[in-house]
């Protein structure tokens, strides 16, 4: 490819013959093995035999169940397991370095300088204890020595303004901590944009985003390539996403390449019956919900739970934020409220408060009928096993020092039971049903994948049997048909025990085959709320126009033409 | 007898003025006031400030263990039973200020001795002046002393409860220093005493840290044929670890070549080690102060009631053992008699209790028998927790091990010193069996006896250090007797008499007297060392 | 945060409260009586008996921790036997042994014992965390073997052997460093810091490997963490990694560590004073021990007090500024 | 959607029990690793010795207290005569100067005592000052309040005043060994507690703390399961460098009449007692601090060691055996994975 020019999604793939130095990316025969506890015994083979070559400006889109060794790959890309005690086997060219053979000063210049990595943690992969902005100062002044570091600041909040970051100088000051889930992975993409490298490995960049964010942000690494004759290196477990972006696919399962071929190919005709069933389980947010829920005892009887006038502020006098303004909510019995809204708005804050992580600055809360809003941990105890949450950072909500197992298992041990088997036969079939292997149960959250913590999240939140469920985010990092299945487990509590979920997601049509009611928030304030069907069909609020405007389709050819419109406009 | 200590070049090169003399000092010169003071013939560094009635003669040995004139004319002219004691100052003497001496002066400075603000000195003065034991002192009691008259401003007159003949051996210590009245400016005096001596001070901070004299220039040689006063500056640095100032006098870089040290003995470890040293070895000060460390016995308490038991005990004891504890043979000397070893205590050489070097515990357990403790005996011995090779643990297993040997178990009883202090000097808490020492407040039999075992010298509710709480009408009268003598070369070998007479009774165990072994540095001239004080004499030191 | 402040300030003045009544309450059982010993060896029972009511030690004890009290808020008068004097609120009384205000021989000493905290401070925290990090950095290697072991060796060694080994190598061997005699900073600077060198390598020596031992393992549990791989992905150094990344980790221990250790030493480094010769607080707290001087020993103990009061607080707002995910409670 | 035939609820997964539970992979690991197999060794070794030291001392056919005048030369402080400190057939460590006993024996009977602190005091440092460190970083902001200002009055306290008032309290008969257990222990827990307080309030804040709170732990709870794994490596490492300060606070301790009586030995006391003859008698030093200085690196290999094993992401770090050794174990290793794909795969 010498001219990128404006990518169809037609073109063929590149040639996987050609000369070698014209490549980005060349990986031959690469395969990744973890040992499994340490002292290699025994081992879990999670990269096996891959190849597949990326073109300058091109881009690959790697899709897969979750687990399959996405993540594996796009390490071993900039040879991330180096060191880590992983077995490496195969070659792996980037940018015309042998990657496993290099130097650590080869190396250095290669990461970062040219194949930047955007993690899927985005939430734990900045460093706490500094201000976002002089992260991205830092990297930024590792590859342009000769920078200053006024102007690597500036060239941060330049980074973070194109990544759709509000008020970028100021927040550019603030800690990871203070940015909501997707400001903290549109963080860790402005500091791989920082560099301006020759390939970007994304790995799920948008999972913490909106619709509206999401197609900004992939419309600028479409933009970025275009431009620069950047490479694209996106994993992602959203097809939609896959359409409007790549232009190769690769799909992975357990290891090995199921299929490769065009985005057009592979999403229009697909030849496996894996990448059928991957299509087939999409969910639709057109689509009428299969299942929906008569409501058990309607009135203001089954109220669950109630919140008026809930406020939250962050910060001290000079910087204050308010996180979350002036919300007002119902949750009835059995009943799901669908919470979107645009990254940062304040989901996040409300959820935490609805389950009394965070204590409110205002507003009343009750759960059926006590007011938990001021109440004391102590007195909260009782009620804290009916009140759970999914939290949207799956990495820091596992605790890394115990096994998976026993994070799942704490809360029944917490609640009194005191037969062993009894409690871990329960968390291993928890595990189970959120589609993990038992038999991990004392394996430590660095041994899993994404997709596999959150699964893992869930579980815990269910061990205890709530009656409401926060879930932040619960299915971002799933591929579709473990989302499915999880949905449908949700589904089945729903109906086996009434239980109630504030389910928090950017994926319109997750909350919408979901959802009884939505709520829609902008800005720290639900700017539209009412029963899904409504608030789909007959959006009120031009925001919620725009959210549902943007949401990906399937269809390569429709993605860019919208993204034509879009760059128009 | 005492060896003499000014061997090497210490002696052979001519002194002459200027420089300055530093000493370098573990414990702070605390409390420089003349009336708080309590020193044995007018100490070290308060000699060279203040000037007192008679000095001790600053000559090498058992020639240095007598009293001399020093402000007064003569050491004082007794009545006849040496009840009454009179003084005739020299003609020019002067404070620092420039101002004269006056027999007035004298007095005010022992008035002071007596007000509670300024305790801290010997009872001497509170025990044989008439009217002693009531007088508050001079802040409390503005009419004064009666006991102590000043016809003139020359003259001074002391009148005692009973005849004293060692009264001239007291006249040293320093609440026997003018003090002016118009300066004093009572507990803050120690501050900035008002010099009679050769020198004044020019600093003295941290009570007692540091402390620097600068030549008096009113103070003349004329009157003082005693001090030489040879450096022009001392300084006195104190707070040293005494590892640090051995090393330092040892190293004598810069102003430490012209060092010396008024209180740090040279430890056990380093004799080992300056034995291979000859250039070390021949700066090194022996002397022989008045001192011995004993075991004490309570005869209160059972079993040491029994005479038999305490002969046991006497014959039982290593002394090798215990001198071996206490630093060696170079540090100190096995003692079998209560008085030191040294002519102007009246030595008299006696061993009741023959065990030899290494104690004889055939013989003890022979005794024990007879005491009826045939299979052995548990007994407690108190001692305090202090590092001071006196009263040490130490020299407590020492014995511990030894009495062992003989069938005797011995439980120690390790006692913070405080505690220590305060237990064996109570005449009703005073342990059975425990370590005693005694150092003479001056050089003859009288100043070591007398407290020890006089009978009217039990002291309840104070320090008693009167342990057996012997209380014997032969004693007491023999000790009158001989204090009636002013003639003391005469009274000496009464005293020795006397301690031969009351060793036989076993009512203390004599250990040892210790040794003096002291660094000076290199630039050292002119050391002299004596009896009374075992320490280089620093008023006779010079530096160039 | 002016409730923080107040709150901070109330927990002060309750610690230095219960300090002095825990120092009163403990010169209650402690062996040792003042009058005997502030009189001198060998007092008769009348004038202790003075010097007690001098003293004012014949009052009950809750009268005399009164008194303390009255001249911390408003002064005291003594007499000096010829005058009175006036000892100005905050009056800490007069030391039994010689009659000198407490406060003066507090602000003697003072100087003397910070300049060799707080060098000692510097010294240790530069020798004990840049050992901890380069161990973290080069782990498993000899380098790391051979730092360990010196540290190591330093806190093994009581500080009387290896200041009296300095002392003799340094001052008696080679002479390159005078033997230590404390020179005020404000006299002559050059001469202060040169004196101080060998008590602060001392202390250094002895307190360095908490410091290495404690940076080494808190790094490297930093460095398994997931956001130190992103700085590794984006070609940072490993020197900066570890130094910049993984040690702001583990730091709120070591600055516990080290409000501690400076607090502590306010109280007196007595082995070291004493060794080096330095008129120190702790020295000065030994001898009024040893004489149960009460007023002088509840002086050191409120400044020490105070020291690590002051500590902690810096502690707590540097763990503030070094995570700001931690609150100022 | 694919909804599975029958209801999850009825089935009942295999309980795992090839995977080794945690606590036994760290055992496992520990005694996997030649440093900590070592440094227990040396731990147990010198514990031996010290239980064995009447035997070995009757070997030797010596005791730790008899005197030997004759071996020392008093005229010379008291130093042992012949070289390395009076080295002999007849006592194989020299002995003593001052006393001239057996040092052999002293050094065994002496380890008794200070191994003893070794593990008890730092036994109680540790525990306390991890409960109220825990406690004043986890607890009410009044609790940490009252814990941190309890914390400043002992740290502000005169250790030498509560020593010297304990002399007049402690009851002579009271057992030494554990007085002394209990001083350097309740005097010395001040630092762990500070650490632990500082680690906490920056990991309370973590969302995993959140989510154990949401699961209903409690504070004790949380504390144990959440907390007490992260604070293992600071609080192991720090009480390994505790251990030598606790033996040397047993000799001043003994100063001040709280310590063993003599003539039992100990480490400490054999050190204070040496300071000074390091020069004319560097046996006497060096045997004691060499002791020490042993059981010092054993604690703290061994601190460093556990660490380690402890958390589980180090783990996949650490380096077992040669990397040809490794390689192959992986190669081997790759089948049972492909097993248990092929397993994935048929589910
Ligand atoms: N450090 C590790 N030790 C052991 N096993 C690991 C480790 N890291 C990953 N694995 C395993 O390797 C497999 C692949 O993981 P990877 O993270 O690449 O998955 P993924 O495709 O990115 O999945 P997801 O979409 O859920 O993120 C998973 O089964 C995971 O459990
Ligand atoms: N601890 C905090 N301190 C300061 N500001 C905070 C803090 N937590 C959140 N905020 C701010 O509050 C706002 C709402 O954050 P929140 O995490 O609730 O958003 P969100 O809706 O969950 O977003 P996303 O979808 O991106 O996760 C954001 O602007 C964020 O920067
Ligand atoms: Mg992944
Ligand atoms: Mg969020």
């Not at chain 1, 229009?268 to 299969?290: H, Q, S």
């Not at chain 4, 909804?3 to 090839?18: L, R, W």
Request: hydrophobic residues 40%; charged residues 20%.
């Amino acid at each position: 490819m010498t001219s990128p020019g404006v990518t169809s999604p037609d073109t063929r793939p590149a040639d996987v013959s050609g000369a070698a130095e014209d490549l980005l990316v060349e990986v031959r025969d690469l395969s990744v093995a973890f040992p499994a506890d340490g002292d290699g015994d025994s081992a879990v083979r999670a990269v096996d035999g891959l190849s597949f070559t990326l073109a300058p400006g091109r881009a690959l889109g790697i899709v897969g169940e979750s687990g399959s060794g996405k993540s594996t790959v796009a390490a071993a890309l900039l040879d991330l397991h180096r060191g880590t005690g992983a077995w490496v086997g195969g070659t792996v060219r980037v940018a015309g370095t042998d990657v496993r053979a290099a130097d650590e000063r080869a190396l250095r210049r290669l990461r970062g300088g040219r194949a930047a990595m955007v993690f899927q943690d985005p939430l734990s992969s900045l460093d706490p204890y500094y201000a976002i902005g002089d992260q991205i100062a830092e990297v930024y002044r590792v590859h342009r020595p000769d920078v200053s570091r006024r102007a690597a600041r500036a060239r941060a909040v330049e980074v973070l303004e194109r990544v759709g970051i509000a008020d970028a100088p100021r927040r550019a000051r603030s800690r990871p901590h203070e940015f909501s889930g997707g400001m903290r992975q549109r963080a860790l993409l402005a500091m791989a944009l920082a560099c301006e490298p020759r390939l970007l490995i994304a790995d799920e960049p948008t999972t913490a985003l909106d619709v509206t964010v999401q197609a900004q942000i992939l419309d600028l690494l479409h933009d970025l390539r275009a431009e620069t004759g950047m490479g694209l290196l996106l994993v992602t477990h959203d097809l939609g996403v896959v359409a409007g972006s790549v232009d190769e696919v690769l799909v992975m399962r357990g290891g090995r390449a199921v299929e490769h071929g065009t985005v057009g190919e592979v999403l229009r005709t697909p030849r496996e019956p894996y990448t059928k069933e991957l299509l087939a389980a999409v969910p639709r947010v057109d689509a009428e919900p299969a299942v929906r829920r008569a409501r058990a005892s309607g009135g203001e009887d089954g109220v669950l739970l109630e919140a008026a006038g809930l406020r939250r502020e962050f910060g001290g006098r000079r910087n204050r934020t308010t996180a979350v303004d002036e919300v007002s909510l119902t949750v009835r019995e059995g009943e799901v409220l669908g919470l979107v809204g645009e990254s940062g708005s304040g989901k996040t804050t409300l959820g935490r408060m609805l389950v009394r992580l965070l204590d409110p600055t205002a507003g009343t809360l009750r759960y059926r009928g006590h007011d938990i809003g001021a109440l004391t941990d102590r007195k909260l105890r009782p009620l804290r096993s009916e009140l759970q949450m999914v939290f949207q950072d799956p990495v820091s909500s596992l605790n890394p020092r115990r096994s998976i197992g026993e994070s799942v298992a704490d809360p029944l041990r917490a609640a009194g039971d005191r037969d062993d088997a009894r409690v871990v036969r329960r968390a291993c079939e928890l595990l189970e049903r959120v589609g993990l292997d038992p038999a991990w149960y004392h394996r430590y959250p660095h041994e899993f994948s994404g997709g596999q913590r959150q699964r893992v999240g869930i579980a815990r939140a269910l061990a205890p049997g709530p009656r409401l469920l926060v879930c932040d985010e619960p299915v971002s990092a799933l591929d579709v048909t473990t989302q499915a299945q999880i949905m449908e487990l949700l589904g089945e509590l729903r109906r086996e025990l009434g239980l109630a979920l504030v389910f928090i997601a950017h994926d319109l049509a997750v909350v919408r085959a979901v959802s009884d009611r939505v709520a829609v928030m902008r800005g720290g304030r639900i700017v539209e709320e009412g029963p899904t069907g409504e608030v789909y069909g007959r959006p009120a609020h031009p925001y919620t126009k725009g959210l549902l405007a943007a949401v990906p389709v399937l269809d390569p050819d429709v993605s860019a033409g919208r993204r034509a419109l879009r760059a128009a406009a | 007898g005492p060896k003499d200590a000014a061997a090497g070049d210490g002696t052979s090169a001519a002194p002459a003025k200027g420089g300055t003399l530093t000493v370098l000092n573990s414990q702070p010169q605390t409390n420089f006031d003349p009336a708080r003071l309590y020193t044995s013939g007018g100490g070290n560094v308060p000699t060279l400030v203040f000037r007192t009635l008679t000095t001790r003669n600053r000559e090498n040995g058992a020639a240095g263990a007598k009293a001399v004139p020093d402000l007064a004319t003569d050491t004082g002219r007794p009545s006849e039973n040496a009840t009454v004691w009179t003084y005739t100052l020299k003609d020019g003497l002067k404070f620092e200020d420039g101002s004269p001496i006056t027999s007035a002066d004298i007095k005010y400075g022992i008035e002071r001795s007596f007000a509670a603000e300024l305790s801290g000195g010997a009872p001497f003065l509170r025990d044989w002046l008439v009217g002693g034991e009531s007088y508050q002192g001079p802040y409390k009691d503005k009419d004064g002393l009666k006991s102590i008259e000043t016809p003139d401003a020359k003259t001074i007159v002391f009148h005692l409860k009973k005849p004293e003949g060692e009264f001239p051996l007291l006249a040293t210590q320093t609440q026997f220093a003018p003090v002016p009245k118009a300066k004093d400016t009572g507990t803050k005096y120690e501050e900035h005493p008002v010099s009679s001596g050769p020198y004044k001070v020019a600093k003295n901070t941290g009570d007692g840290e540091h402390l620097v004299l600068e030549r008096n220039p009113h103070w003349s040689e004329k009157t003082d044929s005693e001090r030489h006063a040879y450096p022009d500056t001392i300084d006195v640095k104190s707070g040293l670890d005494s590892a640090v100032v051995n090393q330092r006098l040892a190293t004598g870089a810069g102003p430490d070549a012209a060092a010396v040290t008024t209180d740090t003995d040279l430890g056990p470890a380093e004799l080992a080690r300056i034995g291979g040293d000859k250039e070390l070895g021949k700066r090194v000060g022996t002397g022989h102060f008045g001192y011995t460390n004993y075991l004490a016995f309570n005869p209160k308490v059972k079993p040491f009631d029994n005479p038999k038991v305490r002969q046991a005990i006497a014959y039982a004891v290593n002394r090798q053992s215990v001198v071996n504890a206490a630093g060696g043979s170079a540090l100190a000397e096995p003692a079998t008699t209560f008085l030191p070893n040294s002519k102007p205590f009246g030595y008299t050489p006696y061993d009741p209790f023959p065990a030899g070097r290494t104690g004889n515990p055939a013989k003890a357990r022979e005794l024990l028998k007879e005491a009826g403790y045939e299979n052995g005996l548990n007994i407690t011995l108190a001692h305090s927790t202090a590092k001071n090779f006196s009263t040490s643990p130490e020299i407590a297993t020492a014995v511990q091990e030894a009495l062992k040997k003989a069938g005797i178990t011995v439980r120690l009883q390790g006692l913070e010193n405080n505690d220590y202090q305060e237990k064996v000097h109570s005449v009703d808490d005073e342990p059975g069996l425990f370590f005693g020492s005694w150092g003479a407040d001056w050089p003859s039999g009288g100043a070591f006896l007398a407290p020890i075992f006089d009978g009217r010298q039990i002291v309840r509710d104070a320090a008693n250090f009167n342990h057996a709480q012997l209380d014997d009408p032969a004693v007491n009268h023999e000790i009158d007797e001989i204090n009636k003598l002013t003639d003391l070369t005469a009274a000496a070998p009464r005293w020795g008499a006397l301690d031969k007479k009351i060793g036989e009774q076993a009512l203390s165990v004599p250990l040892f007297h210790p040794v003096y072994k002291r660094l000076y540095g290199k630039d050292i001239k002119n050391v002299v060392i004596s009896d009374w004080t075992g320490v280089l004499d620093i008023s006779q030191v010079a530096v160039k | 945060m002016t409730g923080y402040a107040l709150r901070r300030l109330g927990g002060a003045l309750v610690v230095l409260l219960l300090l002095t009544v825990a120092v009163y309450a403990l010169f209650y059982v402690a062996p040792g009586d003042p009058a005997k010993l502030a009189c001198g060896p060998r007092c008769n029972p009348g004038q202790i008996q003075q010097v007690r009511e001098r003293l004012e030690l014949d009052a009950p004890l809750l009268t005399q921790y009164l008194h303390f009290l009255q001249g911390l808020v408003a002064g005291r008068d003594f007499s000096s036997g010829t005058t009175v004097l006036h000892c100005d609120a905050p009056c800490l009384g007069l030391s039994y042994q010689n009659s000198t205000p407490v406060t003066e021989l507090l602000g003697d000493r003072l100087p003397v014992t910070a300049s060799l905290a707080l060098g000692a401070m510097v010294l240790w925290l530069l020798l004990g965390v840049g050992t901890g990090l380069l161990s973290a950095l080069r782990r498993g290697g000899t380098t790391e073997r051979v730092l360990t072991g010196l540290t190591l060796v330093g806190t093994a060694t009581p500080v009387f052997i290896t200041g009296l080994l300095l002392l003799m190598v340094f001052c008696a061997y080679l002479q390159w460093l005078p033997f230590p005699t404390y020179v005020p900073l404000s006299e002559d600077p050059e001469q202060w810091a040169w004196n101080l060198l060998l008590p602060w390598t001392a202390l250094a020596l002895l307190e360095s490997a908490k410091y290495a031992r404690l940076t080494r393992a808190s790094t490297l549990e930093t460095l398994a963490e997931d956001h130190i791989r992103t700085f590794r992905a984006y070609g940072v150094r490993e020197r900066s990694v570890v130094t910049r990344h993984a040690l702001r980790g583990a730091l709120p221990p070591v600055i516990a560590l080290t409000a501690l250790d400076l607090g502590t030493m306010f109280g007196g480094a007595m082995l070291t004073e004493t060794l080096f010769g330095l008129p120190g607080i702790g020295q000065l707290l030994v001898h009024s021990v040893r004489v149960v001087d009460l007023p002088v020993v509840v002086g050191v103990t409120l400044g020490t007090g105070a020291a690590v009061v002051v500590a902690n607080l810096v502690a707590d707002i540097l763990y503030t500024l070094a995570d700001r995910r931690v609150a100022l409670t | 959607m694919s909804a599975p035939e029958e209801t999850p609820a009825a089935h009942v997964p295999p309980v795992p029990e090839v995977t080794p539970h945690q606590r036994d992979a760290v055992w496992r690991r520990l005694r996997q690793r030649p440093a900590a197999v070592a440094s227990a060794a040396v731990l147990l070794a010198l514990v031996l010795l010290a239980l064995a030291a009447p035997l070995l001392a009757a070997l030797e056919g010596q005791d730790p207290t008899t005197y030997h005048d004759g071996l020392i030369d008093s005229a010379r402080g008291g130093v042992p005569l012949g070289p390395y400190g009076g080295i002999s057939g007849d006592h194989w460590l020299g002995v003593e100067p001052g006393t001239g006993r057996d040092l052999f024996a002293r050094l065994l009977y002496g380890a008794r005592v200070s191994l003893l602190i070794a593990l008890g005091a730092t036994a109680v440092q540790v525990l306390v000052g991890l409960v109220v460190g825990l406690a004043a970083g986890l607890g009410h902001r009044l609790a940490d309040q009252v814990l941190s200002r309890f914390t400043e009055v002992l740290t502000a306290l005169p250790t030498l005043v509560i020593a010297i008032s304990l002399t007049a309290i402690v009851p002579a008969d009271f057992p030494r060994p554990l007085l002394l257990v209990l001083v350097i222990g309740l005097l010395g827990w001040v630092g762990t507690s500070r650490i632990v307080r500082a680690r906490t309030l920056a990991l309370k804040k973590l969302d995993h703390v959140a989510a154990a709170r949401l699961g209903g732990s409690g504070p004790l709870r949380v504390a144990r399961r959440e907390l007490l794994p992260a604070l293992a490596a600071p609080v192991i490492t720090y009480a390994a460098v505790l251990v030598p300060g606790n033996i040397v606070a047993e000799a001043s301790l003994s100063f001040l009449g709280i310590g063993v009586t003599p003539p039992t030995a100990s480490w400490g006391q054999m050190l204070s007692t040496a300071t000074t003859w390091f020069r004319a008698d560097p046996m006497y030093v060096l045997l004691p601090a060499g002791c020490l200085l042993v059981t010092v690196l054993a604690f703290t290999v061994l601190g460093d060691v556990v660490r380690t094993a402890l958390d589980p992401r180090e783990r996949s770090r650490l380096r077992v055996g040669s990397r040809a050794a490794r390689t192959k174990r992986i190669a081997a290793a790759t089948v049972t994975a492909d097993a248990t794909r092929e397993k994935e795969a048929a589910v």
